[in-house]
T-cell receptor
């Protein structure tokens, strides 16, 4: 398996622009997570899905952020409009509930820079 | 709500010396415990996890961790570190029946040749 795939790996944009981050989870996994990592705040869970349905979006910072999972093999995280404070590394992770406390598998991340 | 505390933000260790990375957690209900490692410019990967049973858990790359319920700790150890162990290490907790992980702030392990 190719693992969790994220694109793009790097994104540089200007303040006010729309940014879309993409994630393809591991085939067969029924949970998908979006995280944000910054020096100041560490690793934060933004939202997670189960069987394509959002379960907990309490970590989404504000209405400028939205996430969708239209099918089991694709998810997007959108920021509109983007701001410099959104600069961070965004990770996608997936797991399955075949067994208790299964491992979350992380993608390589998207490094977002908002100028 | 559950929380994780990693008191040491940075730990420098000489090559081939032992290391212990500390993790304490707080939760009113039973939890699963994890250690993840993040190598430079990569995503996180699982080192080891404690679900139940023996309190000493062995993971990849020679790491092990011990669950101590009375002290609510899950410290990570390795008897002899290598340059390739240079990375950031994250402790995490998961409540029974909930797939959500709560991570600590991480400990940056630097190996000195």
């Amino acid at each position: 398996d190719a693992g969790v795939i994220q694109s793009p790996r790097h994104e540089v944009t200007e303040m006010g622009q729309e940014v879309t981050l993409r994630c393809k989870p591991i085939s067969g996994h029924d949970y998908l997570f979006w995280y944000r990592q910054t020096m100041m705040r560490g690793l934060e869970l933004l939202i997670y899905f189960n069987n394509n349905v959002p379960i907990d979006d309490s970590g989404m910072p504000e209405d400028r952020f939205s996430a969708k999972m239209p099918n089991a093999s694709f998810s997007t995280l959108k920021i509109q409009p983007s701001e410099p404070r959104d600069s961070a590394v965004y990770f996608c992770a997936s797991t399955t509930t075949d067994r208790a406390a299964d491992t979350q598998y992380f993608g390589p991340g998207t490094r977002l820079t908002v100028l | 709500a559950q929380s994780v505390t990693q008191l040491d933000s940075q730990v420098p260790v000489f090559e081939e010396a032992p290391v212990e990375l500390r993790c304490n957690y707080s939760s009113s209900v039973s939890v699963y415990l994890f250690w993840y490692v993040q190598y430079p410019n990569q995503g996180l990967q699982l080192l080891l996890k404690y679900l139940s049973g023996s309190t000493l858990v062995k993971g990849i790359n020679g790491f092990e961790a011990e669950f101590n319920k009375s002290q609510t700790s899950f410290h990570l150890r390795k008897p002899s570190v290598h340059i390739s162990d240079t990375a950031e290490y994250f402790c995490a907790v998961q409540i029974f029946g909930n797939e959500k992980l709560t991570f600590g702030t991480g400990t940056r392990l630097t190996i000195i040749p």
